[in-house]
């Protein structure tokens, strides 16, 4: 069974950083692309990174580029974001995403890990 969990969510001051985990159950993780993304009050969802192993290539959002790195674990079958100088506006709730590559339909989705970015 496919599952996807995320992990490392909490509140943090602006500018400070945090690094949540995707743990990834039930298919191999290098073979498909893994999305980050994230949900604000009454937005949008935004799509902010997305990797796959074959590309050895990592898309960012615009809003968060030179801020968050994603990275890859294949051992661990997990995948991490990690967020340096936070802004209030990062706050929401963050998912990953498994989809055959970066662009693609995303078929399998976790069930997200609060951020809240606040003094």
């Known amino acids: 069974q496919v599952q996807l969990v995320e992990s490392g969510g909490g509140l943090v001051q602006p500018g400070g950083s945090l690094r949540l985990s995707c743990a990834a159950s039930g298919f191999t993780l290098d073979d498909y692309a893994i999305g980050w993304f994230r949900q604000a009050p009454g937005k949008e969802r935004e799509g902010i990174s997305c990797s796959t192993d074959s590309d050895v290539r990592t898309y960012y959002a615009h809003s968060v580029k030179g801020r968050f790195t994603m990275s890859r674990d294949d051992a661990k079958n997990t995948v991490y974001l990690q967020m340096n100088s936070l802004k209030p506006e990062d706050t929401a709730v963050y998912y990953c995403?498994?989809?055959?590559?970066?662009?693609?339909?995303?078929?399998?989705w976790g069930k997200g890990t609060q951020v809240t970015v606040s003094s």
């Open positions: 995403a498994m989809a055959l590559g970066c662009g693609t339909s995303y078929t399998y």
